[in-house]
T-cell receptor, first 110, second 114 residues
Framework: KQEVTQIPAALSVPEGENLVLNCSFT??????LQWFRQDPGKGLTSLLL?????REQTSGRLNASLDKSSGRSTLYIAASQPGDSATYLC?????????FGAGTRLTVKP | KAGVTQTPRYLIKTRGQQVTLSCSPI?????VSWYQQTPGQGLQFLFE???????NKGNFPGRFSGRQFSNSRSEMNVSTLELGDSALYLC?????????????FGPGTRLTVL
């Protein structure tokens, strides 16, 4: 059974800092890994999708990497801003469903 | 292009009642998945529909059911509501079934069971 873990559970950084969020999964037989952002009480916003054959994806200040063999992914946020404050979730998909981590709650202080 | 829409946004029900939630996917998307999000259990997969057929089902009791219409809109129904059913219910759409495709989520329906 696929299990997805995100570390740390919460992170507080000053504005402008670069940061890394971690996601690990137990079963490497995945089709893709997706990073989402969730603001309090809201739905999920897709940030980056990495197919199983890819190693990384970039969008603006965000860069996500995938190492399927070790069951790990990282989300790198450059030059963090207060508007980046949210919960970040990673999710892995196989043929049957999508499994989510518990998320990392990020606070960027002005 | 309109995103995924969910109605209603908020619901308050009492134990024993039933509820129906609706999800309209992005135009052209044929796959709709439903998820339950609670503080204790996080996000959990309920079921996925593709071309009006349930393709996958998560580990939830039979009180949770769903369907998909020919226009890809989907509904989920929860019967005999329990206090523990209070949650944010999210639906997501994609072009084809989950594997390999980016999922786009709606804003969710917040269900409170009293």
């Amino acid at each position: 059974k696929q299990e997805v873990t995100q570390i740390p559970a919460a992170l507080s950084v000053p504005e402008g800092e670069n940061l890394v969020l971690n996601c690990s999964f137990t079963d490497s037989a995945i089709y893709n890994l997706q990073w989402f952002r969730q603001d309090p009480g809201k739905g999920l916003t897709s940030l980056l999708l990495i197919q199983s054959s890819q190693r990384e994806q970039t969008s603006g200040r965000l860069n996500a990497s995938l190492d399927k063999s070790s069951g790990r992914s990282t989300l790198y946020i450059a030059a963090s801003q207060p508007g980046d404050s949210a919960t970040y979730l990673c999710a892995v998909s196989n043929n049957n469903d999508m499994r989510f981590g518990a998320g990392t709650r990020l606070t960027v202080k002005p | 292009k309109a995103g995924v829409t969910q109605t209603p946004r908020y619901l308050i029900k009492t134990r024993g009642q039933q509820v129906t939630l609706s999800c309209s996917p992005i135009s052209g998307h044929r796959s709709v998945s439903w998820y339950q999000q609670t503080p204790g259990q996080g996000l959990q997969f309920l079921f996925e529909y593709f071309s009006e057929t349930q393709r996958n089902k998560g580990n939830f009791p039979g009180r949770f059911s769903g369907r998909q219409f020919s226009n890809s809109r989907s509904e989920m129904n929860v019967s005999t509501l329990e206090l523990g059913d209070s949650a944010l219910y999210l639906c997501a759409s994609s072009w084809t079934p989950t594997s390999g495709n980016e999922q786009f989520f709606g804003p969710g329906t917040r269900l409170t069971v009293l």
